[in-house]
């Protein structure tokens, strides 16, 4: 059975309320976003050739572009 929405972000809900400008590297709204997008997948070149790739990134820099644009700022990005 496929999840749409995983386990692991499931048990994060109902998220704290906190303006998404003052949210840290601790934050359950990145936690969320990163664990909703932890998905494998392959990426196929050119050439054929294929590679694993994971989607979790695209959580962080959705909420990475959020803070920018609501005028927060994170620091260096690290793995959870």
Known sequence: MIEV???SCLSIIP???EAVSSCSEESELLRYLVNL???EGQFIDEL?????VNYS?????LFEEG???CGGKLGT???L
């Open 5 to 7: 929405i995983p386990e």
């Open 15 to 17: 998220l704290k309320p």
């Open 37 to 39: 997008f932890d998905k």
């Open 48 to 52: 054929g050739r294929k590679f694993p």
């Open 57 to 61: 990134g695209y959580g962080r820099n």
């Open 67 to 69: 803070r920018k644009q």
């Open 77 to 79: 990005a690290t793995n």
